[in-house]
DNA sequence: ATAAAGTATGACGTAACGGGAGAGTCAACA
DNA sequence: TGTTGACTCTCCCGTTACGTCATACTTTAT
């Protein structure tokens, strides 16, 4: 039943090294015999690494791969429908990629002309409308770049920060037991966007999603409710309306 | 007409930063102004920065792109043929994949049965055929590992070799008109395969498609078949046998 | 029982950029 | 005509995801 490592490598079509790696980085870490301190792998274990495959096909960086499947909220079944998606978008690029080789192919026996733009449809592997939506689903760059801007303040501009942030939640706390689509809680919770992005910068999606996460992931919603219980789901509520009452 | 950098990076999807690594690297070292020093592409310098990227999309290392497209043989539009093939090898896999999603989601839903091995199939892109014929095309790494290791030896050790060659290939032209299937051969061709293994690092594919190449590739035929004429193809079809009997 | 194959843990190496510093250049607008 | 903001240049250090030894122990096959 248990795997040794390179019989898992070859399934998998990965070397020993990566699974080195990935327990290493805790990413994927199999249990050990006590006495040989071998890495035996499970089948949850295989169920585990395709998926850390799948998300590194379509291009997350093992750290986000780690952080999405260790989430708390982070639902298998969900996500390999996203998966599906994306996969079948990726062909979609491929596709368009192979109409350009075409193109080019003829281009250069003279058939057809063609631009600079269109020497390049199908390349563009970043930008694309499933990859933004996993990243919105589950933590993305704005987050990061928060962050980083974070990192590079002073000590006073944090403590102005942490000031207003505290002024907010606090109003915020005092509303929590109005309806979230009050005109009161609305603005409450608009002088939160207001301020979010003078960190950071947040769709109303990645916004929506923010909320979401304060009640999916524990870590905020325990550090939120420190204000009052249940103001995370309370924050998650109306952040929600926000964004929907804000979409053009 | 000439663009200057950004442009380039905003047409082909890349950053500016990559397109500094690619000067400095020498794979596309565009003009510069004489006086402010700036970076300017020509139509030219982006039709092969489109070859790059083709390259680059289907894993090919920038040393080995560098390689190939300054290589005095190397054809653009044999190139983009082969291009093709391989993005719509690509496609295929792909396709797979989204079976094997569609399939992992209907066993999470209890709907089938998955056996491991089915688990990871599509993921397998070191080796695939087009791949391999690219490598072979173009020179691949078993030969630069061989070559590697074969300067690193003495002269003795090289006639050493040369000597073990040909006692085996003297031997398997001994054999050549008995089966490929028969023990004799197969015991042959196994010390040739274990040979193989003493310079280099053959697979079981690696080593059936080196037997392919024996009879495509007409420089490897003329050599083998000094030995013996039509020893190349005798030993294309044991190695296939030899290689397809040992895959467990 | 002894070699061959597999595994473990460091530790260093590499590829392909990312990202910031510090300084010069260009284009447009006041 | 000056200046401002967007671009550009050249270092140069940092990072990610492993590759590649080296060295030592364990398991498997003969």
Request: net charge neutral; aromatic share 10%.
């Amino acid at each position: 039943m248990a795997k040794k490592i390179k019989e898992v490598a070859n399934i998998a079509g990965v070397s020993v090294r990566t699974l080195h790696h990935y327990d290493e980085i805790e990413l994927l870490s199999p249990k050990k015999t006590a006495d040989s301190g071998y890495r035996l792998y499970t089948d949850e274990n295989l169920e585990t690494l395709q998926q850390i495959l799948f998300f590194k096909e379509l291009g997350f960086p093992l750290k986000k791969i780690k952080e999405i499947i260790s989430s708390p909220s982070f639902d298998r079944r969900e996500a390999l429908k996203l998966h599906r998606k994306m996969l079948i978008e990726k062909r979609r690029r491929l596709d368009q990629m192979i109409t350009t080789v075409e193109k080019t192919i003829q281009h250069s026996e003279g058939e057809i002309y063609m631009s600079n733009k269109e020497r390049f449809e199908g390349f563009d592997f970043s930008h694309n409308s499933y990859e933004q939506e996993a990243r919105e689903r589950w933590g993305d760059k704005t987050v990061d770049e928060s962050n980083a801007k974070m990192g590079n303040m002073s000590k006073e501009e944090k403590n102005d920060l942490s000031a207003g942030m505290n002024s907010i939640y606090t109003k915020l706390a005092a509303l929590r037991h109005t309806s979230p689509a009050s005109e009161k809680a609305q603005a409450a919770i608009k002088e939160w966007y207001d301020f979010l992005n003078k960190i950071g910068s947040y769709s109303l999606d990645a916004f929506k999603g923010l909320g979401q996460m304060y009640v999916d992931d524990e870590r905020f919603t325990k550090n939120i409710d420190q204000f009052g219980e249940g103001l995370a789901k309370f924050m998650c509520d109306t952040m929600a309306i926000y964004a929907d009452n804000n979409k053009k």
